[in-house]
């Protein structure tokens, strides 16, 4: 029986690369607090990850590794959206630092947590490979 690296860590590698986008956003965002008419945007995990792994309904394919794939509605899947403030400032700029923060930190756990079941994971692999 032929072993599928994807299959076994089945939506980990994927959840990863969103978690990691995510941070990019987050430590952009709080990069650029202070820089007038900035917005701030965000990744919503869930819906990118949904989204990732939906057929696509109108049977499009990728038939070159620079086109960006889309769902069936024709929005780009992982595009960024902006974040809508809870208090807006005189600038124009929608960072709000303590959100963006804690949300970086959230990311940060929920990443580490993916990346220790990963390892787990292979660890497992490894072992059954090995037939210890």
């Known amino acids: 029986m032929p072993l599928s690296i994807d299959?076994?860590?089945?939506?980990h590698g994927d959840a990863l690369q969103v978690r990691s986008k995510r941070l990019e956003l987050l430590a952009s965002n709080i990069a650029n607090s202070d820089?007038?008419?900035?917005?701030?945007?965000?990744l919503d995990f869930r819906q990118v990850l949904s989204r990732a792994h939906q057929p696509d309904a109108l049977g499009l394919r990728l038939t070159h590794a620079a086109h960006i794939?889309?769902?069936a509605s024709g929005q780009a899947l992982g595009e960024p959206l902006y974040r809508v403030p809870t208090q807006p400032?005189?600038?124009?700029n929608t960072v709000d630092p303590q959100l963006e923060q804690a949300a970086f930190a959230?990311?940060?756990v929920q990443y580490q947590a993916?990346?220790?079941?990963?390892?787990?994971?292979?660890?497992?692999?490894?072992?059954a490979l090995k037939g210890e």
């Open 7 to 11: 299959r076994a860590i089945g939506i």
């Open 35 to 42: 820089t007038p008419n900035y917005k701030a945007r965000d």
């Open 69 to 71: 794939a889309t769902d």
């Open 89 to 92: 400032s005189l600038d124009g």
């Open 106 to 108: 959230e990311n940060t």
């Open 114 to 127: 993916s990346l220790d079941f990963l390892s787990k994971k292979f660890s497992g692999l490894r072992t």
